[in-house]
């Protein structure tokens, strides 16, 4: 089972903020960076460290983290904005570690 | 622009040898400012981190596959590879390569379009 723990499924209605969360002990020490995966592609990077973004990444997606939980937000939500969204970060013996994803769709 | 392109087998048999080949262009496997690495996805699953290697050959690999896992460079072709012993059912799967840089070991920051590799007999 994954180290990091993500609810599987959200939903947003188009043009509003919506929160994924990612859960995991390590997440207290570590950041995470978060993937974009549309449906057969591969997953590309949109948010890691403190809140970056690499170039190309549009200014709605911001990272943050509290506790143990990281979360990535995007507001004003666009269509192609629906996709499955994984964490990823390293555990405390420097393995790499991802959550589950999350599916999120845009009404 | 970076690139990654994986190829080899789309079916391997049960027990055998999985091996991939991962071409790099628009950067150099040799680069001291990043890793190069493999992550695999079975079907409808999430990713699943296999390890990273450096330009000095020293490697990471996810503990669950160390016993079956090498990942190597060739820096004549710029290609990463990845050797999967003894392979089940269980290692169906899309996998990808990616490069991960220094300044932060934990990110993939550009990755492959993915080869899907099926165990069956």
């Known amino acids: 089972s994954s180290e990091l723990t993500q609810d599987p499924a959200v939903s947003v209605a188009l043009g509003q903020t919506v929160r994924i969360t990612c859960q995991g002990d390590?997440?207290?020490?570590?950041?995470a960076s978060w993937y974009q995966q549309k449906p057969g592609q591969a997953p590309v990077l949109v948010i890691y460290?403190?809140?970056n973004r690499p170039s190309g990444i549009p200014d709605r997606f911001s990272g943050s983290r509290s506790g143990n939980t990281v979360s990535l937000t995007i507001t004003g939500a666009q269509a192609e904005d629906e996709a499955v969204y994984h964490c990823?970060?390293?555990?405390?013996?420097?393995?790499?570690?991802f959550g589950g994803g999350t599916k999120l769709t845009v009404l | 622009q970076v690139q990654l392109q994986e190829s080899g087998p789309g079916l391997v048999k049960p027990s055998e040898t999985l091996s991939l080949t991962c071409t790099v262009s628009?950067?150099?496997?040799?680069?001291?400012?990043?890793?190069w690495g493999w992550i695999r996805q079975p079907p409808g699953m999430g990713l699943e981190w296999i390890g990273y290697?450096?330009?000095?050959?020293?490697?990471n690999y996810n503990p669950s596959l160390k016993s079956r896992v090498t990942i190597s460079l060739d820096t004549s072709k710029n290609q990463i590879s990845l050797r999967l012993t003894s392979v089940t059912a269980a290692d169906t799967a899309v996998y990808y390569c990616?490069?991960?840089?220094?300044?932060?070991?934990?990110?993939?920051?550009?990755w492959g379009q993915g080869t899907l590799v099926t165990v069956s007999s």
């Open positions: 990616a490069r991960v840089p220094y300044y932060d070991s934990r990110i993939f920051d550009y």
């Open positions: 460290g403190n809140n």
């Open positions: 990823g970060s390293r555990d405390i013996s420097n393995n790499r570690v």
């Open positions: 390590s997440l207290r020490n570590y950041y």
């Open positions: 628009g950067d150099s496997v040799s680069s001291t400012t990043y890793y």
């Open positions: 290697i450096s330009h000095s050959g020293s490697s």
